[in-house]
């Protein structure tokens, strides 16, 4: 289990995935487009470079000599065919597994297949593997049934990252490097809104990933080649999106677009691996803005890949904070209410590494470009469910 022959992955991965826009019916001419997509609308120049093709790509059962096939109807061309494809965009591609039986859309999946499976997907030129937790276990632990499938990508002549999916069940921050996992889901799969309601059978809205990174007290296991992953991004998704129409979530109204806003600065400050998953056919400025701001980004992939904690809290009022490069700071100030708020806080309060003597301090505002100087107050009128979102340095 040595991490020797696994790739480097020095920063959150950045990519799109087919789950939230497609669900279940996914075929190759979606992740053909979504490929071409990815080139026209600036996302792949931007850091976007893994398409993740997710559940429902195999047919249902496996080969009889346990190897996948590819869906007949919805994948017929083959996964070399459209790995081909998409490299030829100069994209990356992920494929997905799952370390049980079954895949959670009930096709047959890698648990005790994992070499076989891991030789084809290099085979077909595979760059990324997301490997989810459904199906039936075998009585085999987590721990086990993820080394299993690490060890095998280990073992083949192509590097793969892989992306553990165990929903933080079993704390995979403790044992993911272990198993040369370079990163894994912390949390629940989001759902295309703020917060959950009593009624979701299972799933969390922004919010309660947002409070779950935290609370769970795992920004330390956080880093290059091991990255906490709250799941992908819902910019740009609401209602009317495949997956919550697919698996029955009560997504009854859409995003504010502060929400939106809220949602990317967070998965930015934690370093998140930033996985969109908006219908690229239907993609609206706004998404657009929030998805590929360049300052926003260059936090989340900040070379320091430190995942921010919250600072402090009074009320609907919480400052959040994490140290970047160069000893600057990423601030950012939420308000729950349902009112605009002021909120103001200190550069003594965040985590913000400058020398004491530093009598001046310079303020970028991520979302506006606004620019100024401060000696050390950090203050802002913030919509309900929204954020103001800032880098600070030394002025
Ligand atoms: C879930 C996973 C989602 C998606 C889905 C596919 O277990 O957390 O991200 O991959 O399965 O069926």
Known sequence: MSANNSPQVRSPPMGWNTWNAYSWNVTELDVRNAAD??????FRD?????LVVDDCWMAEELADDGSFRNHPENFPAGIADLVDYVHDRGLKFGIYSS????TCAGHEASLGNEQRHAEQFAEWGVDYLKYDNCGDHRDRDA?????AMGEALERVDRDIVYSICEWGNNEPWRWGRNVDGHLWRTTGDILAKWKRSEDDEF?????????EMDERDIAGYHGPNGWNDPDMLQVGNGPDSAQSQSEGFTVDQPFREAEQRTHFSFWCL???????G????ELDETTREILLDEDAIAIDQDPLGIQGTRDETDGDREVWSKRLAGGECAVILLNRGDEPVDIETSVETVDLHLPDDVGSYAVTDVWSGEEWT?????????????VAFFRVGAA
């Open 37 to 42: 997509a990815l080139v026209e609308t600036g």
């Open 278 to 281: 908006n219908d690229l056919r």
């Open 99 to 102: 370390a049980g039986t079954e």
């Open 374 to 386: 401060t000696d050390g107050s950090l203050e802002a009128t913030v919509d309900s469910h929204g």
């Open 46 to 50: 931007a850091g976007y470079e893994y």
């Open 203 to 211: 799933g969390l809205g922004v919010v309660d990933i947002i409070d």
């Open 143 to 147: 721990i086990d049934r993820y080394a």
């Open 270 to 276: 934690f370093a998140a691996p930033l996985m969109a």
